[in-house]
């Protein structure tokens, strides 16, 4: 009898680690879909944004050895290792674009260059690469031998390593309003760093350190480092009124998302999830 009854408390015991262990994973994989793209109160966008050249997310979340060389190798801190509440996606790296987004100011995407299983990948981007420097051959009657394309493709491969797509949310965005947007940001403790498409600096710069003064607020739309094939400042045909359009040359960056002035972002990103070929569309 008292042999049956430790066998049962065994059994118990088995049964009640075995549910806390699956109660724990749950709760890891719940927790991750709040993980947000767009700064850690989001819930809007229940994904992680993966660093550029990334593969179909289910092959990259095994594919991925964890091993932080992304991490390390960003010049602006970018990339971040999800935690331990991330269910399987734990280790794993993610860009939270409203904290500090990537701005492609290292000019030559060294995550995927020193990627080492190569689930940061820019051979999706080849051929775009490669139809850029034809197209500028040709353009500029550039003979191939002797010709370094090294510049162009990997301007080319910035503007083809998408990550995500933009979208504005006219409910709160100053320009949509009518407002107009002076001062810092972000405020002066914010830490996030960008090239601004006006600075005279080639390094990433503190976002605090620049003050607007604009009459309607177009930061998403002038701070872009894609500029204006992935978004613009277009009259509404309603009302003739300007406001932030985003286009299809969107990488999904989340410059934008970072330098809007609004208490919530007025712009997030969302991962592309339609981007077969480079595998866009990571449910976590
Ligand atoms: S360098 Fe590649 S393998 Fe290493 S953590 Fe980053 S994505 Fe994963
Ligand atoms: S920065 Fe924000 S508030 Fe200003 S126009 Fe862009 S989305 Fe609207
Ligand atoms: S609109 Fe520009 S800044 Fe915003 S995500 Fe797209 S490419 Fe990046």
Redesign the pocket.
């Known amino acids: 009898m008292a042999k049956e009854s430790k066998e049962n408390s065994r059994r118990q015991f088995i049964k009640s680690g075995a549910v806390a262990i699956f109660g724990l994973a749950a709760l890891g994989g719940g927790v991750s879909y709040l993980r947000s793209v767009n700064g850690p109160d989001d819930t809007r966008t229940p994904y992680f944004l993966r660093p550029p050249g990334a593969i179909a997310e289910s092959d990259f979340i095994y594919g991925c050895i964890k091993c932080g060389l992304c991490v390390q190798i960003c010049p602006i801190d970018a990339i971040k290792l999800a935690g331990i509440d991330s269910g399987l996606s734990y280790g794993t790296p993610y860009i939270d ?1 409203r904290t500090q ?1 990537c701005d492609f100011s290292c000019d030559s995407l060294q995550c995927v260059e020193t990627c080492p299983t190569a689930v940061l990948d820019f051979k999706p981007y080849e051929i775009a690469g490669g139809n850029a420097i034809a197209a500028y051959q040709k353009e500029h009657d550039v003979a191939e031998v002797g010709f370094n394309p090294f510049p162009i493709q990997i301007k080319a491969m910035k503007e083809e390593v998408r ?4 979208h504005v949310n006219k409910n709160t965005c100053l320009a949509h309003q009518g407002k107009g947007f002076k001062g810092v940001s972000r405020g002066l403790d914010f830490e996030g760093v960008y090239r601004s498409p006006d600075s005279k600096f080639k390094k990433a710069t503190p976002l605090r350190d620049i003050e607007f003064d604009r009459e309607t607020c177009n930061l ?2 002038t ?5 204006e094939t ?2 613009i400042f277009s009259p509404r045909r309603r009302d003739g009124k300007m406001r ?1 359009k ?2 299809d ?9 970072m330098v809007c002035p609004t208490e919530e972002p007025s ?1 997030i ?1 969302d991962p592309d999830l339609t981007h077969l070929s480079s595998g866009r569309g990571r449910h976590v």
């Open positions: 674009v987004p990550m995500g797509r933009a998403c739309v701070e872009c480092p894609i500029g992935a978004i932030p985003v286009l040359a969107c990488t999904g960056c989340g410059v934008c998302v712009i990103v």
